[in-house]
């Protein structure tokens, strides 16, 4: 790995946007920063250096459906439609117009003469290309589950596309296109119907984003380099060079921020962390609410009692879910382990978002938030289920942040506590948990969400659509097409009413069981002139940049 020069030891921390609990943490611009190579502010042209505990699945749009690997997504390729900073909505990126020219037909007219960084012609054959071969891999781990609405992709001419959609009125649509479906990608360099390998995109100089790869070494380091010919709706890059470095374990994260080795840190140092750096006299911590999410999911098929397992009973395997839902206790997670970063939730929407209700509250528990054994037990005594119940459960040890392991171990011990369940806890590191979920490997699992859209649709579609990104196989078609009306309803009112019925419904079922909401939490150097425009600017992180708005 290439050695990171020191930088300057005064620090800031910041997050932004729906999923706010991203931590950053970065060097402050003095007046006199020389701008040199030193890692230092980039207000004077210098290079900028960030630190992450987060993974990289692959660089290929269509393999991945994660923060990670969106990360870096979002930085080097480009979009037909984007969020300027901000701003809640989508605007056109590399496009002059999109808009709905017919109920079922959105057409987007691309800006002239577009370039990738290799030379090549960035046209309409390229969108249709990217679309086309997202549908037609439709990697476990990718995002094509998004685009189940798209019925064809058709390049009119150079610079014009129609996408023909099944259903009418979709109002979600161009948001997807500014979602992880929606990178575009160069047709000379990419395969049509499998993933392309990492190096092989980086050695194709396949980008056209803000900025291009220049070197790259899996979860270890990656450089990148501001696209002199970007023609997107973001402003141009600031920093001429930004220097990712990966991290294996937080707390050398937290090291390299106090040492001055990194200008910015992200994703994620533990709550006690953020309480230990809140003491210095060089940060100030602000916090805010924000829409990452936590969850339990459950493997249809092959939690006890699942449809594959000898002893199958959807009864009893509801009971299961339902005494999960009796025991878990929000209230110590959140301050316990997250020391009040995350607060409880419950339901599948997150506070803040229109639609959004507290659907799991009244039905589990004490009906007021809290745990219930005794309900938990009558749930699954009245299903014949025999106790303790032997749960295998997984978490990410690298993904979700350091303080997973404290989550889970007290899940583990709220569902044990009274003799209910036995609870086999594992846990395995990102790259293959995220190939083991969608094999049926994990009878119930950690997840976490960062929002590709601020829309209670990102919160319905990806899960609870009868092929979705969980692949837990959980089929509700009733659920499944109150998602599909809601997307199409065009009376505001309507389908506010309609997102309510869903959690509602999804409620019943437990397909999964949400528990935490992110908090938005910023810690700022007190001595910061400068870093907050440069790095909204000219490093845009989807799910931490800094909020300046």
């Known amino acids: 790995m290439t050695s990171l020069a020191p930088s300057r030891r005064r620090v800031l921390a910041a997050t932004a946007g729906l999923a706010a609990t991203a931590l950053v943490l970065t060097a402050c611009s003095g007046s006199d920063d020389d701008g040199g190579a030193d890692g230092g502010s980039t207000s004077a042209g210098g290079a900028l250096t960030i630190g992450t505990t987060d993974k990289v699945t692959t660089l290929d749009p269509a393999g991945s459906y994660d923060n990670g690997s969106f990360a870096v997504m979002n930085q080097v390729f480009p979009f037909l439609m984007n969020t300027p900073y901000g701003s809640p909505d989508v605007e056109p990126d590399i496009a002059i117009s999109a808009e709905f020219t017919a109920p079922t037909e959105y057409t987007v007219v691309l800006k002239p003469d577009l370039k990738w960084a290799n030379g090549h012609d960035l046209t309409s ?110 402003p141009a890059a600031k920093t001429p060079e930004v220097n990712v470095k990966y991290y294996a ?4 994260l937290k090291l390299d921020i106090q040492e001055g080795n990194i200008d910015v840190a992200f994703r994620s140092l533990s709550a006690t962390d953020i309480e230990d750096l809140s003491t210095n006299d060089n940060v100030k911590v602000i916090d805010g609410p924000g829409g990452e999410i936590r969850y ?78 005794d309900k938990a037990k009558a749930a699954l005594e009245d ?40 609870v086999d806890l594992q846990t395995t590191e990102w790259v293959q948990y995220a190939k083991d979920r969608t094999a049926d490997v994990y009878p119930a699992y950690q997840l976490g969400w960062f929002p590709d859209y601020s829309d209670a649709d990102n919160y319905l579609t990806p899960f609870f659509l009868t092929e979705n990104f969980l692949s837990n196989h959980y089929v509700n078609q009733e659920v499944n097409d109150m998602i599909l009306e ?64």
């Open 125 to 234: 054959s390229d969108v249709k290309f990217s679309f086309d071969r997202q549908v037609a891999i439709a990697d476990e781990n990718g995002p094509s589950s998004l685009l189940y609405n798209l019925e064809s992709t058709e390049a009119v001419d150079d610079t014009t596309v129609v996408f023909h959609l099944k259903s009418e009125n979709d109002q979600i649509f161009p948001q997807i296109l500014s979602s992880p479906a929606g990178p575009i990608v160069d047709e000379e360099v990419f395969a049509a119907d499998a993933l392309t390998p990492d190096n092989e995109i980086v050695d194709g100089n396949a980008f056209a984003g803000q900025y291009t790869i220049t070197s790259y070494s899996f979860n270890e380091l990656i450089s990148y380099e501001a696209y002199k010919d970007y023609m997107g709706v973001l």
């Open 249 to 252: 374990d937080s707390s050398n």
């Open 296 to 373: 339990i999911t459950f493997n249809f098929d092959t939690q006890p009692f699942g449809a594959k397992t000898p002893e199958a009973d959807p009864a009893k395997a509801l009971a299961v879910r339902q005494a999960v839902a009796d025991l878990i206790d929000r209230a110590p997670l959140s301050e316990q382990v997250y020391k009040g970063t995350y607060t409880p939730l419950y339901s599948y929407v997150p506070d803040g978002l229109t639609g959004a209700t507290e659907s799991l509250k009244g039905l589990y528990g004490d009906g007021d938030g809290g745990p219930d054994a």
């Open 383 to 422: 299903a014949g289920v025999t106790t303790p119940v032997t749960l295998s459960l997984q978490y990410s040890n690298d993904h979700y942040g350091p303080s997973s392991a404290d989550e889970y171990a007290l899940i583990k011990e709220q569902l044990e506590k009274d003799g209910l369940f036995t």
């Open 486 to 549: 809601q997307a199409t309803t065009i009376d505001p009112d309507a389908r506010t009413a309609l997102i309510e019925d869903i959690q509602d419904a999804v409620a019943q079922d437990l397909s999964t069981v949400p528990y935490l909401q992110g908090a938005q939490v910023a810690v700022v150097g007190t001595d910061v002139t400068g870093t907050e425009d440069t790095l909204d600017a000219s490093f845009k992180f989807r799910y931490g940049a800094l909020a300046t708005s």
